[in-house]
């Protein structure tokens, strides 16, 4: 089923002059309006969340407006800017989420994720993720995902959450309760409804379709249709002016799984021809395969390491074919090299000269993008004595960090975070346990070792400042070893509770 993403941007024009200007120059706290000429008079375009709370709104009369706000902050509109911020921020989306990203002018991106939300942990996830990159470009968003680009749309701009996930086949029932203004409606047609007294779109949807039709036209049952995800809005995505990309018509449309491999290899070959022209390698393909119903299939592969092995792109691509729905037929394919680093060519050596070390990144790509690249990773050590806090994940293909755990004291193979309480019986405070109990079952202890103190970061939270761990490895009688620490010193409350907790398992 297709997902679609709505992403409202709200006060995008007034965010863009923030964005521009220092923060000292427009304290978010100041309000802040942006103005232009509507015929001969100077109105407001644009008024951010602090303006709208002092009472002003878009088409007041700037004087008025000036003379409501004490030290308010006007600054030009400048509708080209916006809408070329606009097209910079789709085109930010299209490399890191979705294959398939369109502008929504004058406020908004629609975004066709059908596919791509497991890459990022998931719808919710995703959208998440969405607004917190754009919260720190000083960006604020509201966001929705549903059925259809249309019921994105109504949900991200007219529902009171932030952020709303309509749950597949429940576009008709989520979008009941909203006003018909979020059909996108020419504003005559919506006061005609209201006229006769439709203010929800529920209220539209309970009645019979020939009547409306014959009184407001057509367009009414279009934008219903598409709200409830009966009629899919085709979107025209963006594409960088400097993108590299490979398209093949068809003659006659095709839907074989086999032919569509065949032509995804002939693809990746002239791909890897252009890449190789320009000492480029891929690090992120987009397949799009657009049917003859106007609907498009998007497939998006990436890989940790730029690359431009046509015979390893075909195996990544094919690998998705089972998730590409041709309808009644593809007719278009396009294969784009979404993302793109310097790649130089590199000396093949001979095995027979000396021992080439195996290449296991093809191994890597192909499972990163079965199971998400968040999914696929390597651990790394950070410098921390905290154990919880000196490990970090990392790529699977990224480069060495230098960095080396401690060896002076041995670590567990695994750790549990939280660290688990356990009872324990032991003499204070120097003395390892005599015995545990954990998970309901007690064990004694056999050897020990210790104990290792380890003290709080300080730097970082005053609370840690008196805070001290001992930390014991120790046997119990059934040759099992177990790594146990004390919170605090063992004689003063102030270092900490005093309890023992399990923190991990040697293997």
């Known amino acids: 089923m297709t997902r679609v993403i709505s992403v409202f941007l709200p006060t995008l024009s007034t965010d863009r002059v923030r964005r ?13 309006i942006l103005v232009g000429r509507s ?14 709370a002092a ?5 007041m009369s700037a004087t008025k407006a000036q003379a409501l706000v004490r030290d308010l902050l006007i600054h030009e509109a400048d509708p080209a800017a916006d809408a070329e911020a606009l097209n910079w921020l789709a085109l930010w989306m299209l490399q890191h989420f979705a294959p398939i990203v369109a502008t929504d002018p004058p406020d908004g991106i629609v975004i066709d994720s ?8 998931g719808e919710a996830a995703m959208l998440a993720t969405l607004v917190e990159k754009l919260a720190s470009v000083g960006l604020r968003a509201r966001i929705a995902i549903a059925d259809s680009w249309d019921a994105a749309h109504a949900l991200a701009r007219f529902d009171a959450r932030p952020r709303y996930v309509s749950e597949p086949g429940n576009a008709a029932r989520d979008v009941a309760p909203l006003p018909i203004a979020a059909l996108r409606l020419a504003p005559e047609l919506v006061d005609g409804l209201r006229v006769l007294g439709f203010e929800r779109i529920g209220d539209l949807l309970a009645q019979p379709r020939a009547p409306l039709t014959l009184r407001f036209g057509p367009e009414l049952g279009r934008r219903l249709d598409q709200a409830t995800g009966r009629i899919v809005e085709p979107i025209n995505p963006v594409r960088p002016k400097e993108l590299i990309e490979m398209r093949r018509a068809f003659a006659e449309p095709i839907g074989a799984a086999e032919t569509i491999a065949r032509y995804i290899g002939r693809l990746t070959v002239q791909l890897c021809e252009s890449l190789e022209s320009k000492g480029l390698g891929a690090r992120r393909l987009d397949l799009i395969c657009h049917r003859v119903d106007s609907r498009a299939q998007a497939v998006r592969v990436g890989t940790g390491r730029p690359f431009r092995d046509a015979e ?7 690998d998705k074919i089972e998730t590409i729905d041709p309808g009644f037929g593809i007719e278009v394919m396009t294969l784009a090299a979404i993302v793109t680093e310097p790649l130089a060519p590199k000396q093949i050596a001979s095995s027979l000269i000396e021992e080439t070390e195996p290449d296991v990144s093809g191994l890597i790509d192909l499972l990163a993008n079965r199971v998400g690249e968040r999914n696929l990773y390597r651990l790394a050590p950070v410098a921390s004595d905290l154990p919880e806090r000196a490990v970090r994940h990392i790529p699977a293909l990224a480069p060495e960090t230098g960095a080396e755990w401690p060896g002076h004291w041995p670590r567990p193979s695994r750790l549990f975070a939280p660290p688990e309480p356990i009872e324990t019986i032991a003499l204070l405070p120097d003395h390892p346990p005599v015995s545990f109990t954990w998970r309901g079952v007690r064990r004694r202890v056999k050897r020990a070792d210790g104990p290792e103190r380890v003290f709080g970061e300080w730097w970082k939270r005053d609370p840690e400042l008196a805070a001290v761990r001992d930390y014991f490895r120790i046997e119990d009688d059934a040759g099992e070893r177990y790594w146990v620490y004390r919170a605090g010193d063992g004689e003063d409350p102030l270092t900490g509770s005093q309890r023992w907790f399990l923190h991990g398992i040697f293997g």
């Open 39 to 52: 015929g001969r008079r100077r109105v407001v375009l644009a008024a951010d969340a602090a303006a709208q």
């Open 20 to 32: 521009k200007a220092a923060d000292a120059a427009l304290p978010p706290e100041t309000p802040l």
């Open 55 to 59: 009472g002003l709104g878009v088409g």
């Open 312 to 318: 390893r792109m075909t195996r990544l691509l094919s």
């Open 114 to 121: 059908t596919g791509a939300d497991h890459l990022h942990g």
